[in-house]
Nanobody, 122 residues
Framework: QVQVVESGGGLVQPGGSLRLSCAAS????????MGWYRQGPGIQRELVAA???????SYADSVKGRFTIYRDNARNTVYLQMDSLKVEDTAVYYC????????????????WGQGTQVTVSS
């Protein structure tokens, strides 16, 4: 199965910046979309940003103008550059892979990473 690993979380002050990385591994031929979700205590996981294979991007209203998502398709990697961080951005951030074509298999697969903690605090 496709494996997804996030990194880059940590503790930052309000107004600071952080870059999250997500790498998908396996015998992957292509991925339709990669994105970032976040989840706080007792709160349903919500979409933060997503990137399609052709360069399209989408963002939650709460992060527009502050976060940037971009992909390195050759390395099956997606990044989330987070600037002007706010306390309310504190959450576990999860990387999501949608529509991964895997060599030797039919169809496409979806996968989740294990999550990385982002804490914004003064």
């Amino acid at each position: 199965q496709v494996q997804v690993v996030e990194s880059g979380g940590g503790l930052v002050q309000p107004g600071g910046s952080l870059r999250l990385s997500c790498a998908a591994s396996g015998r992957i031929l292509s991925i339709n979309a990669m994105g970032w979700y976040r989840q706080g205590p007792g709160i349903q996981r919500e979409l933060v940003a997503a990137a399609g294979s052709g360069g399209s991007t989408s963002y939650a209203d709460s992060v527009k103008g502050r976060f940037t998502i971009y992909r390195d398709n050759a390395r099956n990697t997606v990044y989330l550059q987070m600037d002007s961080l706010k306390v309310e951005d504190t959450a576990v951030y999860y990387c999501n892979v949608q529509g991964a074509a895997v060599a030797g298999t039919f169809g496409r697969q979806n996968a989740w990473g294990q999550g990385t903690q982002v804490t914004v605090s003064s």
